[in-house]
């Protein structure tokens, strides 16, 4: 995967992690923020994933 890819894939994850919290935080919907904690997990785990060289 190229750098650019990787850097818009995580880019959209931490964006719809922000989302989720904000949308989360103002109805009070739990599954909300659950939603967004995964979407920044996922975000982390993208980050420090190490590539495989060939």
Known sequence: ???WMRVAILAALICAAIGCYAAGMAKGASGLVILGML????FWIGLFKQRHRS
């Open 1 to 3: 995967m190229s750098l």
């Open 39 to 42: 979407f920044e997990l996922g």
